[in-house]
T-cell receptor, first 111, second 115 residues
Framework: DQQVKQNSPSLSVQEGRISILNCDYT??????FLWYKKYPAEGPTFLIS?????DKNEDGRFTVFLNKSAKHLSLHIVPSQPGDSAVYFC??????????FGQGTRLTINP | NAGVTQTPKFRVLKTGQSMTLLCAQD?????MYWYRQDPGMGLRLIHY???????AKGEVPDGYNVSRLKKQNFLLGLESAAPSQTSVYFC??????????????FGEGSWLTVV
């Protein structure tokens, strides 16, 4: 039972354009959502998060949007840069810090 | 990934062998986790701990045991390794559930192959 789903395994975007990564969840009890970025042969690193009481959180080029009624969140990166090429994981927290991850989306930024 | 250290980084095991992965964190974090990453599956939680002396099962606990005897260490054991346990294992830690910097810090991963 995949509670957090990233339905796009990969995404290719031109440098300078907007990258939009999507994530859906099924558990309405999730109350905190995070995005992690992962380079090959490294551990995931925290990127940005959002509480369920908000619908938007922005940090520089990164913005996360949360639509609770649709159980959907998205990560916008603008403008996209070559260094943004990585695998992005959406994650959700319920209760005692049980962080549940999606399958990941591989983002490739083309020059 | 400063602060969370995993050992060993790489290991090849024969089916039926046992081994222990060690995770150490120096951030005084209460919560620690073990995840495995497999292609197309994302990161799945194996076991976690909410404090010294406590452990709990995650999504995929079968075939693994854990111990948290010291706050800074979280050990993951494979009693009898199986090829299905070939994976990349990530340890992580976090301060608490509702801190303003509610982030979880990951180690660099341990690549385990069971033949």
């Amino acid at each position: 039972d995949q509670q957090v789903k990233q339905n796009s395994p990969s995404l290719s975007v031109q440098e300078g354009r907007i990258s939009i990564l999507n994530c859906d969840y099924t558990n309405s009890m999730f109350d905190y959502f995070l995005w992690y970025k992962k380079y090959p042969a490294e551990g995931p690193t925290f990127l940005i998060s959002i509480s369920s009481i908000k619908d938007k959180n922005e940090d520089g080029r990164f913005t996360v949007f949360l639509n609770k009624s649709a159980k959907h969140l998205s990560l916008h990166i603008v403008p996209s840069q070559p260094g943004d090429s990585a695998v992005y994981f959406c994650a959700a927290i319920q209760g005692a810090q049980k962080l549940v991850f999606g399958q990941g989306t591989r983002l490739t930024i083309n020059p | 990934n400063a602060g969370v250290t995993q050992t060993p980084k790489f290991r090849v095991l024969k089916t039926g062998q046992s081994m222990t992965l060690l995770c150490a964190q120096d951030m005084n974090h209460e919560y620690m986790y073990w995840y495995r990453q497999d292609p197309g599956m994302g990161l799945r939680l194996i076991h976690y701990s909410v404090g010294e002396g406590t452990t709990a099962k995650g999504e995929v606990p079968d075939g693994y045991n854990v111990s948290r005897l010291k706050k800074q260490n979280f050990l993951l054991g494979l009693e009898s390794a199986a090829p299905s346990q070939t994976s990349v294992y990530f340890c992580a830690s976090s301060l608490d559930r509702r801190s303003s910097e509610n982030t979880i810090y990951f180690g660099e991963g341990s690549w385990l192959t069971v033949v």
